[in-house]
């Protein structure tokens, strides 16, 4: 959508920001790791923590929702886009910085720093907590957002304190007693963007941490699906089950609407087998709950968030 004269403003007041990259009708399926979705009118990268809270108080003064991608492994963007604007954090969030100190290891960790790159260099110093995250594809933040976790282990064991700001742009630090984190979820309060993380770890052999991750790459590589674009776990594990077993007992792996499919592999992954719409995906997602809710009797509740502009019924969680 090219902006209306009323808008301008806007647009000249974000163009005027330092430390801030505006790009308009940006397609976003690039930067999802299922590669599916429409265009946002404003995708803006900031730079740093003053870019990031003016770009705020700016989409504030002119009422325009916006929501914060990181690396796009957990949502699903529609085909029609995102109405607003989608902020990345860029260069000053993508640092880690390493402590020890008398045994203790903290390490502050940007929110854009990629959690695999995070793995490989905590097991290079030698430092352990955090092999359980090896192979999940987000950032730092998402990863806290989403209470990230496999393995038996989840993130919220090594998270120590959160920093962050506000909708409006103000600056909010969480000790770790302030949050609550649940099942895939770390209920932070809405609008909340996490800047930077503080993990407490563990120190350790070098060797015996590595190996600790090759053995759970091992476990990873067997039972989920490789090859296809993908956005891992469509649905959260009800209590007590598997979302995976459920739909697999529904007879439903293999399923394809358009150029989606629910994978042969892994039931709880949908492969995007090039060229899928969203609402492919949206149709095997209804296609698997219904089923799964006349068998079984259990409500399946998406993992993935949904991003953007859905049908009135499939009304965004953004
Ligand atoms: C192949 C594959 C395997 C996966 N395996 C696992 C797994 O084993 N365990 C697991 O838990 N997940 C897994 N996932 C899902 C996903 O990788 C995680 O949920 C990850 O933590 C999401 O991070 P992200 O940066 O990609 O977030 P995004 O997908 O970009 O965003 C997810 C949500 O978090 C919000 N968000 C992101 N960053 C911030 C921030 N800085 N501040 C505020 N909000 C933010 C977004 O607005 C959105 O609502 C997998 C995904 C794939 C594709």
């Given at each position: 959508?090219?902006?209306?004269?009323?808008?301008?403003?806007?647009?000249?007041?974000?163009?005027?920001?330092?430390?801030?990259?505006?790009?308009?009708?940006?397609?976003?399926?690039?930067?999802?790791?299922?590669?599916?979705?429409?265009?946002?009118?404003?995708?803006?990268?900031?730079?740093?923590?003053?870019?990031?809270?003016?770009?705020?108080?700016?989409?504030?003064?002119?009422?325009?929702?916006f929501?914060?991608?990181?690396?796009?492994?957990?949502?699903?963007v529609?085909?029609?886009?995102?109405?607003?604007?989608?902020?990345?954090?860029?260069?000053?969030?993508?640092?880690?910085?390493?402590?020890?100190?008398?045994?203790?290891?903290?390490?502050?960790?940007?929110?854009?720093?990629?959690?695999?790159?995070?793995?490989?260099e905590?097991?290079?110093?030698?430092?352990?907590?955090?092999?359980?995250?090896?192979?999940?594809?987000?950032?730092?933040?998402?990863a806290?957002?989403m209470?990230?976790?496999?393995?038996?282990?989840?993130?919220?064991?090594?998270?120590?304190?959160?920093?962050?700001?506000?909708?409006?742009?103000?600056?909010?630090?969480?000790?770790?007693?302030?949050?609550?984190?649940?099942?895939?979820?770390?209920?932070?309060?809405?609008g909340?963007?996490?800047?930077?993380?503080?993990?407490?770890?563990?120190?350790?052999?070098?060797?015996?941490?590595?190996?600790?991750?090759?053995?759970?790459?091992?476990?990873?590589?067997?039972?989920?699906?490789?090859?296809?674009?993908?956005?891992?776990?469509?649905?959260?594990?009800?209590?007590g089950?598997?979302?995976?077993?459920?739909?697999?007992?529904?007879?439903?792996?293999?399923?394809?609407?358009?150029?989606?499919?629910?994978?042969?592999?892994?039931?709880?992954?949908?492969?995007?087998?090039?060229?899928?719409?969203?609402?492919?995906?949206?149709?095997?997602?209804?296609?698997?709950?219904?089923?799964?809710?006349?068998?079984?009797?259990v409500?399946?509740?998406?993992?993935?968030?949904?991003?953007?502009?859905?049908?009135?019924?499939?009304?965004?969680?953004?």
């Open positions: 959508m090219v902006p209306q004269p009323a808008e301008e403003s806007l647009l000249e007041g974000l163009k005027g920001l330092p430390g801030l990259k505006v790009k308009l009708n940006e397609p976003l399926a690039p930067y999802t790791s299922i590669k599916i979705g429409g265009p946002v009118d404003y995708f803006l990268e900031v730079a740093d923590r003053v870019s990031l809270s003016r770009t705020l108080e700016l989409l504030h003064r002119h009422a325009v929702p929501c914060l991608l990181g690396k796009g492994s957990n949502v699903l529609s085909d029609r886009g995102v109405r607003g604007a989608v902020l990345r954090l860029g260069r000053e969030f993508n640092q880690a910085i390493w402590t020890e100190k008398n045994g203790a290891v903290v390490a502050l960790v940007g929110a854009a720093y990629s959690v695999s790159r995070l793995v490989r905590a097991a290079r110093r030698g430092y352990s907590g955090l092999e359980f995250a090896e192979g999940i594809p987000g950032s730092v933040g998402g806290l957002v209470n990230a976790g496999a393995h038996g282990s989840e993130i919220e064991r090594i998270v120590d304190r959160v920093e962050g700001v506000t909708a409006r742009g103000e600056t909010v630090g969480l000790r770790r007693g302030q949050m609550l984190f649940t099942y895939r979820s770390s209920n932070l309060p809405p909340t963007i996490v800047t930077r993380v503080h993990l407490r770890l563990a120190k350790d052999q070098a060797e015996a941490v590595s190996s600790r991750v090759r053995e759970l790459v091992a476990r990873r590589k067997k039972s989920q699906p490789s090859g296809y674009p993908n956005s891992g776990s469509m649905f959260r594990n009800p209590p089950d598997f979302a995976g077993r459920l739909i697999e007992a529904a007879g439903l792996k293999g399923k394809r609407i358009g150029r989606a499919e629910i994978s042969e592999r892994h039931g709880n992954f949908i492969l995007n087998l090039g060229g899928a719409k969203a609402e492919e995906v949206r149709g095997l997602m209804e296609m698997a709950r219904a089923e799964v809710r006349a068998r079984f009797g409500e399946l509740e998406p993992e993935v968030r949904l991003l953007g502009e859905w049908p009135e019924e499939n009304k965004s969680e953004a």
